[in-house]
């Protein structure tokens, strides 16, 4: 039976992030599978946009018994990022100074500022090497911004569906869900499900690059060829912004975005090239061949400006979210890399 531990890590101290804001103090919410007492290889999963600290709930195809990330034989940490709403502090949590919600008053935050934070909990679990971080999209992004900000710490790197910065493909996409929320005169309220048809029509934008042309063509047709409205690609749409509005909120939706688009490792650094040749992390950056967002030049570009790394394509028609779905082609990508730990 593994064991199952989680908590939230109260920071009581400023937290300087980034854009030169200040939170007087911070929560941040983890799980270890495991047990740390216990000498065992430590595997960080960095989730991506809208997951939580508990890798079993959203990557249960690659994380937990049996799996390739084995709970049965590592110690498996994950944090929830600055700025979430799945315990760490973001944009609904309580100002300590104001006794109130920050809402739209939560400071930009950044990718470096989630793995600034992600060091802070480092620490205070003693955690001396990362044998493997693992993480796709946001999670990618936080893995190798690790791997530069505290060199020879993260020992191997799993890289999934990322660049070294994001596109300006990306940053329009983003953007467009941003201005879907705005346009929900609820989303400037302080009410706690402020913008909640907003994210909705936000994550539909979402959903469109996340897949593809052919996702929708094979998993949404219309079988009714005298049909005129409700076809199934448009309810699909529908059901995934409101299964998406239930779990999560609109802020912090709309400040995990902006940081998405503050990826950039090269900046303040001389470039991307430079800052990552000497990056000396084991990598394998993984692409998807289907993905429009990051597509496979982009990532085999990183593998290229990193001095240990190689890259394979993922195949699959689901496009950026294939590293959700194709559980057994990814795990066979990931034991030919490097098999056990």
Same mark, same amino acid.
């Given at each position: ?14 937290? =300087?992030?980034?854009? @030169? ?10 799980? #270890? ?13 960095? +989730? ?17 018994? @049996? ?13 929830? !990022?600055?700025?979430?709403? =799945?315990?760490?502090?973001?944009? +609904?949590? #309580?100002?300590?100074?104001? @006794? *109130? ?13 989630? !793995?600034?934070? +992600?060091?802070?909990?480092?620490? +205070?679990? !003693?955690?001396?090497? #990362? ?8 999670? $990618? ?50 009410? %706690?499900?402020?913008? $909640? ?31 005129? &409205?409700?076809? /199934? $690609?448009?309810? =699909? ?31 303040? /650094?001389?470039? &991307?090239? *430079? ?22 030049? &982009?990532?085999? $570009? !990183? ?9 394979? #394509? ?11 779905? %194709? ?15």
């Amino acid at each position: 039976m593994q064991n199952v531990f989680h908590d939230i890590l109260k920071v009581k101290a400023p937290f =300087y992030t980034e854009s @030169g804001g200040v939170l007087p103090e911070i929560d941040i919410a983890y799980h #270890i599978l495991g047990d740390l007492q216990q000498s065992r290889p430590l595997v960080w999963v960095g +989730h991506a946009l809208t997951g939580n600290s508990n890798p079993l709930d959203w990557w249960p195809g690659i994380v937990g018994p @049996g799996k390739y990330v084995d709970t049965e034989k590592y110690n498996v940490v994950c944090a929830n !990022v600055l700025g979430s709403c =799945y315990g760490s502090t973001g944009a +609904h949590s #309580i100002n300590p100074e104001t @006794g *109130k919600p920050y809402m739209l008053d939560f400071p930009l935050i950044t990718i470096r500022d989630m !793995v600034k934070a +992600h060091e802070i909990l480092r620490k +205070h679990l !003693v955690i001396e090497k #990362i044998d493997l971080f693992i993480g796709a999209s946001l999670g $990618a992004f936080q893995g190798i911004e690790w791997s530069i900000m505290q060199p020879g710490l993260v020992d191997r790197l799993v890289f999934l569906v990322a660049g070294a910065r994001t596109s300006p493909w990306c940053k329009a996409f983003n953007e467009a869900q941003r201005m879907a929320m705005e346009a929900d005169q609820t989303f400037f309220s302080d009410d %706690e499900n402020a913008g $909640a048809r907003g994210l909705m029509a936000a994550r539909a934008i979402g959903m469109v690059s996340y897949r593809n042309y052919q996702t929708f063509d094979t998993t949404q047709p219309d079988t009714d060829n005298g049909q005129l &409205e409700n076809f /199934r $690609a448009c309810t =699909y749409q529908r059901y995934q912004g409101e299964k998406l509005a239930k779990r999560y909120n609109a802020h912090a939706y709309y400040y995990i975005s902006k940081a998405f688009d503050s990826h950039d490792v090269g900046r303040g /650094r001389g470039g &991307e090239k *430079k800052a990552l040749e000497n990056v000396q992390t084991k990598t394998l950056c993984i692409s998807t061949d289907s993905d429009i967002l990051f597509p496979v030049e &982009e990532v085999k $570009a !990183v593998a290229d400006m990193l001095p240990n790394a190689e890259h394979v #394509i993922l195949k699959s028609m689901y496009g950026h979210d294939g590293f959700l779905i %194709e559980n057994d082609k990814l795990t066979d990508i990931l034991k030919n890399w490097q098999g056990k730990l």
